[in-house]
Nanobody, 115 residues
Framework: QVQLVESGGGLVQAGGSLRLSCVAS????????MGWYRQVPGKERDLVAG???????NYIDSVKGRFTISRDNAKNMVYLQMNSLKPEDTAVYYC?????????WGQGTQVTVSS
């Protein structure tokens, strides 16, 4: 089993910044991709950003230039630096990790951006 724990969510004003962190633990040999999804009530969970074990990244268009994903393979951690936050970024953010062809999820952390 693999456990993921997120931290760093909270309430911030529009234009502000937050940094999300996620640490993986458990039966880990190697982690392939890691990343972040977000979900608002009544909508599907959407991919925000992903990063491979080699460091290749991808982002949804709406966060390009504002969010930066990074990871520390030695610590089994993934980060999401979120700058210039907008009210539409308000959501529960979930981290994921792909381990041995299975995707594991964290419990989610709330990000609220006030206008």
């Amino acid at each position: 089993q693999v456990q993921l724990v997120e931290s760093g969510g909270g309430l911030v004003q529009a234009g502000g910044s937050l940094r999300l962190s996620c640490v993986a633990s458990g039966s880990i040999f190697s982690i392939n991709s890691m990343g972040w999804y977000r979900q608002v009530p009544g909508k599907e969970r959407d991919l925000v950003a992903g990063i491979t074990s080699g460091g290749s990244t991808n982002y949804i268009d709406s966060v390009k230039g504002r969010f930066t994903i990074s990871r520390d393979n030695a610590k089994n951690m993934v980060y999401l630096q979120m700058n210039s936050l907008k009210p539409e970024d308000t959501a529960v953010y979930y981290c994921y990790a792909d381990v041995r062809y299975r995707r594991y999820w964290g419990q989610g952390t709330q990000v609220t951006v006030s206008s």
